[in-house]
């Protein structure tokens, strides 16, 4: 039988025909073979549906033509797999779409769960730097459950060897965003593109197009002319065999290439020409794509009883934005042009997002479909607020001696700021509400955690609180508390001289000239001056007393005597007793106003009315937390200033006393100043404070809102001192200037639009400033729930001694001898 079918093939058809059952066998192998490869697609889509992402991506305020097809470009390798790989589980497509869910405009691309996390990330990144990515898991484009719903697909109207238009003058997308903003209340809208890689074999089957051209002018004969052909071929091959077999020359006729060529050149008319060309430009121009676009409207299920007339108007409406934004594929006619395709079940098919068979595409040509758009202004769509920069190698990412801060926008890994540098001090200035509390509140815990002596200042309050609540009470042993809330608070003597008196007053004497700087003079300050240092002579001195030794002369006696010094403390007090009532009332009264207005309150009077401090500055800064709660609520504007600076003074006082001890056993500490600008009123330069902490290991950070706060001396200061800066979302005025700080990485558009929790860093590290990054607060720690317990054994540790001081008794007393002198 074998060589009776080599001999007379004509007889094969009869052989076939005397075996039926071998239709039913090939008829059943068709059958299993559409049914697995079936089954097979299936199990591939499973695959990328599980664990799918999306990727939101905001676009920059400026687009450039090139990012998008240098973005698809990247993802051919990103998506393209080993030939076995390809075999068993496809290659796997992304979903680029636009959704629109009322008037809001969302872009995002679907990422398949086998697609390595961050590959596509870093190709969005890539191509637009300056875009925002924020990466969540897959859902459906529009909700399942909805009302109305229409939609379709848009197919190639010739064969796909001609390509569409890719070369325009204005953004491509125009029509298409601007049919989007139709979209109303209650509706939704989705135009879905799915793209994968093509086949070599795809790509093969393009190229023979091409080669076809040439006989085809118009691209390659369609499936039924295709058909017709094979069948006539069929039905002339066995005569044409007869005939080479008994005539004695060749029965087909050979005609040089070069002269077919040249006849079909002949005959062939300019359009067919220049579409031909076409052809070899897309089947020669790499990489190719296998895309479908698909588009559905929807709107959600009316809650109101059934009515048919609502229902056929909001049927029309949908038919009507579904042909509108249909009709956006027009800005693609060229050679090819997109036509509509019915398309079922719209809403589950483009959240299905399954890719079986699509249409050959370039590079440039799905770049003009799946894109940022390029137009500044674009109804509905909310636009990246700042580029993401990714963070210098060189940045420390956390261990021992580290702070971390938070972590980079590019890279999501920890970026932090060694100890040692931390020492040349941190600026950070930021709005209300961006973040500044939360990164304050983790570099804090951090630092307390390490047993860094750490010193708090927060004229808010919710910050304290906020740590509070956070430790464990096993921390309670080394913290003290002043707060108006905290029973027994810490409480310290600003006159205890520590060893200077002279550095505490003028410390002292300088906060009071500075706050109250409008109304303070000479005089006030002179007076303030000789008083406090006349108090400071003898033991247990308090700021309470001030006001019995200036309006009681029997009082004041016990601190004068023995002053002969006539340019001095002796000198003043000569002159003072000898000027008459009513101009001594004069001269004291501007300083008693303003002290008796701090020292009313009875908070401020059990934080510096004692005799002797509860808690040792110096153990504080070796180790210790203090937390200093001072609601400018709560205490008043000018009180919480006063307090507040107070401390920093005796912080200070306790950082130059370090001075006896070797640097190298001096042990790091931070003073974390909270609206810094009520607290830096310490006499003297801040930039020469700030200067010289560094050698003292005490490390300062300030935070601030604007810097329109700070006065201009303090502010160039800070800018010159404060090495490493943190920057929040700042007004347009403040991110011009402090720009000059992240140029070129970051501008002042980048400055004024951070999003919420994102903050610009430019970082001293090994005494080098590096360039500016972004990155994004870690969120708070998990609450413990032991503030009550931290309190309550701080305050038995603080308890006092209910005795009163004498130099107390003697005040009381003198002020009574007064009231019974008024009354007589």
């Keep these: 039988m074998n060589a009776d079918i080599l001999t007379n093939p004509g007889e094969v058809w009869q052989w076939i025909v005397a075996r039926p059952w071998l239709g039913f066998i090939a008829a059943a192998a068709i059958v299993a073979a559409v049914f697995g490869h079936d089954r097979l697609l299936a199990w591939r889509h499973q695959r990328y549906a599980a664990g799918a992402r999306w990727l939101t991506i905001a676009a920059p305020p400026e687009v450039t033509p090139e990012s998008a097809p240098a973005f698809w470009t990247t993802l051919v390798g990103v998506l393209t797999p080993s030939v076995w790989r390809r075999r068993v589980y496809g290659i796997p497509h992304v979903g680029w779409e636009y959704t629109w869910t009322g008037r809001a405009l969302t872009i ?41 719903q229409v939609g379709g697909a848009h197919w190639p109207q010739s064969t796909d060897a001609l390509p569409l238009r890719t070369e325009h003058d204005a953004d491509p997308l125009r029509a298409l965003l601007s049919a989007g903003a139709e979209v109303r209340h209650r509706e939704h809208a989705v135009v879905q593109i799915l793209a994968r890689p093509a086949t070599a074999r795809r790509v093969r089957a393009a190229r023979r197009a091409a080669a076809t051209s040439a006989t085809h002018p118009h691209g390659r004969p369609d499936v039924a002319a295709r058909a017709v052909s094979g069948i006539a071929r069929l039905a002339i091959e066995p005569v044409l065999w007869i005939l080479e077999v008994f005539t004695p020359g060749p029965s087909r006729p050979r005609t040089p290439a070069h002269a077919g060529t040249a006849a079909r050149s002949a005959d062939r008319d300019p359009v067919a020409t220049a579409d031909a060309r076409t052809v070899v430009d897309k089947a020669v121009r790499v990489p190719h794509y296998e895309i479908a676009v698909r588009f559905a409207v929807a709107a959600d299920a009316d809650k109101s009883p059934p009515d048919k007339q609502r229902a056929k108007q909001i049927r029309e409406r949908l038919v009507g934005l579904r042909h509108t934004i249909a009709s956006a594929a027009a800005a693609y006619t060229g050679p090819n042009r997109l036509r509509r395709m019915k398309m079922p079940a719209p809403v589950a098919t483009v959240a299905g997002r399954r890719l079986r068979r699509g249409f050959l595409a ?32 060189a940045v420390p990412s956390g261990g021992r001696g580290v702070k971390v801060i938070g972590r980079s926008q590019i890279g999501h890994h920890s970026v932090g700021l060694n100890v040692t540098d931390a020492r040349q001090h941190i600026h950070v200035v930021g709005k209300t509400g961006v973040g500044k509390s939360t990164l304050l509140l983790n570099m804090i815990l951090g630092d307390i955690r390490a047993g860094r002596g750490t010193v708090v200042i927060d004229p808010r309050g919710d910050l304290v609180t906020d740590i509070l609540d956070r430790l464990p009470a096993s921390y309670a042993k080394k913290i003290v508390i002043i707060d108006p809330d905290q029973e027994n608070p810490g409480c310290f003597n600003p006159l205890d001289d520590n060893g200077d008196p002279h550095l505490a007053v003028d410390n002292l004497v300088g906060i009071f000239a500075k706050i109250f700087q409008g109304q303070w003079g000479p005089r006030m300050d002179d007076t303030m001056r000789v008083a406090c240092l006349t108090l400071m002579r003898h033991a247990k001195p308090t700021l309470s007393l001030v006001p019995s030794l200036l309006q009681d002369k029997e009082f004041r006696a016990r601190f004068t005597h023995g002053l002969n010094d006539p340019d001095g403390l002796g000198g003043f007090w000569v002159w003072y007793d000898g000027i008459n009532e009513q101009f001594r009332g004069q001269v004291i009264a501007p300083v008693l106003a303003r002290l008796r ?30 937390l200093c709660r001072l609601p400018k609520g709560i205490l008043g504007e000018e009180t919480s200033r006063i307090l507040g600076s107070l401390i920093v003074a005796r912080v200070w006082q306790a950082a130059i006393a370090r001075a006896s001890i070797p640097e190298d056993q001096r042990k790091d500490a931070t003073m974390f100043v909270d609206e810094c600008q009520n607290f830096l009123t310490l006499p003297g330069s801040v930039g020469d404070m700030l200067a010289e902490a560094r050698g003292f290991r005490l490390g300062l950070v ?6 329109a706060q700070l006065p201009k001396d303090v502010a160039a200061a800070v800018s010159a001192n404060a090495r490493s800066k943190l920057y929040f979302n700042v007004d347009p005025a403040d991110a011009r200037e402090l720009s000059r700080h992240t140029k070129p990485e970051l501008d002042e558009h980048d400055l004024a639009h951070l999003d919420v929790y994102t903050a610009a860093a430019r970082l001293l590290v090994g005494n ?13 720690a998990e609450i413990v729930g032991e503030a009550t317990a931290i309190r309550q054994e701080v305050a038995a540790a603080h308890s006092r001694d209910t005795e009163e001081p004498p130099m107390e008794r003697l005040a009381r007393t003198a002020m009574k001898r007064r009231m019974e002198a008024r009354e007589r």
């Design 108 to 148: 995002r691309v679907w990422v398949p769960g086998t697609v390595p996390p961050g590959a596509v990330e870093a190709a969005v990144r890539a191509a637009w730097p300056a875009a925002t990515l924020t990466t969540a898991d897959a859902a459906a484009p529009i909700p399942s459950r909805v009302g109305e």
């Design 362 to 393: 370039t590079v440039p040509e799905l770049a003009a479909l799946a894109a940022l758009p390029q137009d500044l202004a674009v109804p509905g769509l909310d636009r990246a607020r700042a580029k993401a920069v990714p963070a210098p190698v």
């Design 597 to 626: 207005a701090f020292l009313l309150r009875d908070f401020v009077k059990n934080v510096i009315g004692q005799a002797h401090s509860s808690f040792d500055m110096g153990k504080i800064l070796d180790g210790g937390v203090l």
């Design 702 to 707: 300030l935070a601030h809102q604007d810097l």
């Design 768 to 780: 080098r400033e590096l360039p500016a990054f972004t990155f994004t607060t870690n969120p708070p």
